[in-house]
């Protein structure tokens, strides 16, 4: 019978201190506007996503989350309570919390509006 062939054993990776060195770049070349960084910079506009919270409130917005809350009201009385008349209150709760949900929201909006704004015009009068 032939003797069965040794697995392979991967090298010992590591020096003395057990640092383990990087290889360094293994595919192509930079090219010299990758070196500088001027592709990094032209990226940068297109990966940053303007924020949430900029955009004025809708009631469509309010409806999801007057939906999500009052489906979860649903499910935690359904649960603890075991109380079948939840579901009679559901559209009562959705109907409530679908103006909290967007007056907060519209609250909120216009707080940040105004701390954007007053932020701004203190910028402007420092560089002035």
């Known amino acids: 019978?032939?003797?069965t062939r040794k697995k392979r054993q991967t090298k010992?990776?590591?020096n003395a201190a057990g640092v383990v060195e990087a290889r360094g770049r293994t595919g192509r070349k930079p090219t010299?506007?990758?070196k500088r960084g001027e592709a990094r910079e032209a990226a940068k506009p297109r990966?940053?996503?303007p924020d949430r919270r900029d955009q004025p409130p809708s009631w469509r917005g309010a409806f999801v989350r007057a939906m999500f809350a009052a489906a979860l009201f649903l499910l935690i009385v359904l649960i603890l309570f075991k109380?079948?008349?939840a579901i009679k209150l559901f559209p009562?709760?959705?109907l409530m919390y679908v103006p909290i949900s967007y007056y907060t929201e519209k609250w909120s909006y216009e707080r940040r509006m105004r701390k954007k704004a007053l932020a701004?015009?203190?910028g402007k009068e420092r560089s002035s």
């Open 92 to 94: 009562l709760v959705l």
């Open 12 to 14: 010992h990776r590591g």
């Open 1 to 3: 019978m032939a003797p």
């Open 83 to 85: 109380k079948t008349a």
């Open 47 to 49: 990966q940053q996503r």
């Open 120 to 122: 701004a015009s203190a």
């Open 32 to 34: 010299p506007a990758e």
